[in-house]
């Protein structure tokens, strides 16, 4: 069993895994404690209002994970649409086997928002930060604040909603228009 300072990082990690893969109303409690090695009382402890609780935590942490990826990438010398291509690349890869494994994010987002505030609040604030790390590296490249905000949104718009498109339909075509599309607003 994990020690109890590493019991909340156990449970982020497996749940995170479990909603991905699972969904989050088909992924129980139980279940993740089990996976964890954590007992009922270090989750509430850690998550006083349980699930929803431990699904915005989760949303946040795997979020700022890829908002770091996605800044120590947006920081290199590549044009911001090679960036965005690699990212989308990445995504169709971990959609290339089950059609399951993609933007952690987004499943929890779409299926938790509105029975969830808190998983609603923190899928604001990850896609949001997404969006702000595109649109610095826009500004300093010398686009327009309201341009580079503009695109910014776009394309964190394409790549999602293509992410939902290719899960449902099982294919990544979805993700190839929309890697297509996000070079055609960030190059002209």
């Not at 982020?12 to 969904?23: E, H, N, S, Y």
């Not at 964890?36 to 989760?58: D, I, T």
């Not at 949303?59 to 890829?66: K, S, Y």
């Amino acid at each position: 069993m994990p020690r109890p300072d590493r019991s909340r990082a156990a449970l982020i990690d497996t749940a995170a895994t479990l909603f991905r893969r699972q969904g989050y109303a088909a992924t129980g409690l139980n279940q993740i404690l089990e996976a964890a090695g954590v007992k009922p009382g270090s989750l509430y402890h850690h998550f006083p209002q349980g699930k929803q609780g431990l699904a915005a935590a989760v949303v946040d942490h795997v979020g700022t994970g890829i908002e770091q990826l996605l800044r120590q990438f947006l920081a290199s010398e590549h044009p911001v649409a090679d960036v965005v291509d690699r990212w989308i690349d990445v995504l169709a890869a971990g959609l290339a086997n089950d059609h399951r494994d993609g933007c952690p994010v987004e499943p929890l987002a779409t299926e938790a928002v509105h029975s969830s505030p808190e998983v609603r609040a923190a899928s604001a604030r990850v896609f949001g930060s997404w969006c702000a790390a595109i649109q610095e590296r826009l500004r300093s490249d010398g686009w327009s604040p309201e341009r580079a905000e503009q695109v910014g949104l776009a394309v964190i718009s394409l790549i999602e909603g293509a992410l939902i498109l290719s899960r449902t339909t099982g294919d990544a075509a979805a993700l190839h228009a929309a890697k297509a599309a996000a070079r055609v607003l960030l190059t002209g």
